[in-house]
């Protein structure tokens, strides 16, 4: 590396908000399975702890050294459906606490993975998780949730969906913080390193290291540079910049798997931005030429910046996966929470980005009285997009408060303004149930 790009790199740091946004081990609980649930949560806490037990102190040590922050580390597991299966159990809350249990001793920022994959119907322990959900979120504090309840293979399992609808209502209820750790997906990923959607596909390895990185704040600087100029020497800048930020993911993940002894798996080069001024996509779009985002024109704009910033990735890296692309969470962008509260972005706005972003309708908050059937069609309309795009979409709903109030959740999640939600009933459409068929690309076998 030459002078020149260690003074960039410098400059990425401390002007530009650039980190690494999370190093996650992924381990397998597959040898932890017991038909006696306590015995098996025994077994999870002590393996977790074993594997992960120095994943904070390395990566401290290569924070440090190269001078890059490292933001989180994180694990994830096996969906804890899969594990509680074995068991006789009528809840897996003794998993959840084994699980949180072991992210304290670790001292990791969370853990992923109480989780049900239900893309085409459920099995012994899925439904036994998801009524789990609401109470293991409620008292947990590092605990994550997740539930496939889409596929392009299997189409959308709707009677997850009306399920989910419920326990999302019902774990904003019982938790200031619960519904913020728990996200709902059509095409879900085994190696997603960021949360609260990352689990441990049962395809993966014993153990693995994922990094999740980011910079939209790199990208809007970078951007500055050429106001003006056409949309392929934006194209050809947002994609030179894409690589410098993974190769710095790749370096990390490297140093990281080679000090703790496993698998290196994926880089994730997801833009994920903050509540910080300076580390907003909205205002990597805006820089653009957007007067706000959310007018027309977003999606475009939004559609140019997911591109390049894959065809820089996979430039820089032979193991790009994860999620890879640009997140668009309501109240961990600043940018996003400025066009919601200017009127310019709404609910269906950020629906039709969803075609195009990394994931969803993300860290987005509705008003508390909003019905379970209305919060399901929601969950349905995102999956519907995913399935039929086949790409991974996902909802993340908190419904606290009423429209206009300003809900804070602090740290990496932020603030996010209440929004306005059609008031029309989906309940007839959500009581129907059932399974909504794989559209007929799905068959490519």
Same mark, same amino acid.
């Given at each position: 590396m030459d002078i020149r790009q260690v003074t960039e790199t410098i400059a990425m740091i401390e002007e530009q908000n650039f980190d690494v946004r999370t190093i996650t081990m992924g381990i397998s609980l597959l040898d932890c399975i017991d038909p006696d649930i306590n015995k098996a949560a025994d077994k999870i806490y002590k393996k977790v702890v074993e594997k992960a037990g120095s994943l904070v102190k390395v990566g401290d040590e290569i924070a440090a050294e190269l001078g890059i922050p490292i933001v989180n580390k994180r694990v994830s597991v096996t969906p804890i459906s899969i594990i509680g299966a074995a068991?006789?159990?009528?809840?897996?809350?003794?998993?959840?606490?084994?699980?949180?249990?072991?992210?304290?001793?670790? %001292? $990791?920022?969370?853990?992923?993975?109480?989780?049900?994959?239900?893309?085409?119907?459920?099995?012994?322990?899925?439904?036994?998780? &998801?009524n789990s959900i609401p109470r293991a979120l409620a008292e947990t504090e590092k605990v994550c949730s997740s539930v496939n309840i889409g596929s392009t293979k299997s189409g959308i399992n709707m009677t997850a969906v009306a399920d989910m609808g419920r326990v999302i209502k019902e774990t904003a209820q019982l938790s200031d913080l619960g519904a913020a750790k728990l996200v709902v997906f059509a095409n879900a990923v085994e190696d997603n390193p960021f949360m609260a959607g990352a689990f441990h596909g049962v395809g993966e390895a014993d153990v693995v290291i994922n990094v999740g990185v980011s910079g939209p704040g790199v990208?809007?600087?970078?951007?500055?540079?050429?106001?003006?100029?056409?949309?392929?020497?934006?194209?050809?800048?947002?994609?030179?910049?894409?690589?410098?930020?993974?190769?710095?993911?790749?370096?990390?993940?490297? #140093?990281?798997?080679?000090?703790? %002894?496993?698998?290196? !798996?994926?880089?994730?080069?997801?833009?994920?931005? +903050?509540?910080?001024?300076?580390?907003?996509?909205?205002?990597?779009?805006?820089?653009?030429?957007?007067?706000a985002v959310g007018t027309h024109g977003t999606t475009a704009a939004l559609a140019l910046l997911n591109d390049q910033v894959k065809k820089g990735g996979i430039m820089a890296c032979?193991?790009? %996966?994860?999620?890879?692309?640009?997140? $668009?969470?309501?109240?961990?962008?600043? !940018?996003?929470?400025?066009?919601?509260?200017?009127?310019?972005?709404?609910?269906?706005?950020?629906?039709?980005? +969803?075609?195009?972003?990394?994931?969803?309708?993300?860290?987005?908050? &509705?008003?508390?009285?909003?019905?379970?059937? +209305? &919060?399901?069609? #929601?969950?349905?309309?995102?999956?519907?997009?995913?399935?039929?795009?086949?790409?991974? +979409?996902?909802?993340?709903?908190?419904?606290? !408060?009423?429209? !206009?109030?300003?809900?804070?959740f602090g740290g990496l999640l932020g603030a996010a303004p209440v929004m306005r939600v059609n008031h029309n009933s989906s309940a007839d459409f959500i009581h129907r149930g059932g399974q909504i068929p794989a559209p007929v690309h799905s068959f490519k076998n």
């Open positions: 068991t006789d159990a009528t809840d897996y809350l003794p998993l959840a606490h084994a699980l949180d249990k072991a992210a304290h001793e670790i %001292g $990791i920022d969370f853990i992923g993975g109480f989780s049900a994959l239900v893309q085409k119907g459920y099995q012994k322990g899925d439904e036994i998780l &998801i990208v809007k600087r970078a951007l500055e540079k050429v106001r003006g100029e056409s949309f392929d020497v934006v194209a050809e800048t947002v994609k030179k910049t894409a690589f410098k930020i993974t190769r710095i993911g790749q370096l990390v993940g490297q #140093m990281a798997s080679e000090r703790l %002894g496993v698998k290196f !798996g994926i880089v994730d080069l997801s833009l994920a931005p +903050t509540p910080a001024v300076g580390d907003s996509v909205a205002r990597v779009l805006e820089e653009m030429g957007l007067e032979n193991q790009v %996966g994860g999620l890879s692309g640009a997140f $668009i969470p309501v109240s961990e962008d600043e !940018g996003m929470i400025a066009a919601v509260q200017n009127g310019s972005l709404n609910l269906e706005k950020l629906e039709a980005m +969803t075609a195009i972003c990394s994931v969803g309708l993300d860290m987005i908050a &509705i008003p508390e009285d909003t019905p379970h059937e +209305t &919060i399901a069609a #929601m969950i349905a309309d995102e999956a519907a997009i995913g399935v039929i795009n086949q790409k991974t +979409t996902a909802v993340r709903i908190i419904p606290k !408060g009423k429209e !206009g109030d300003m809900i804070e």
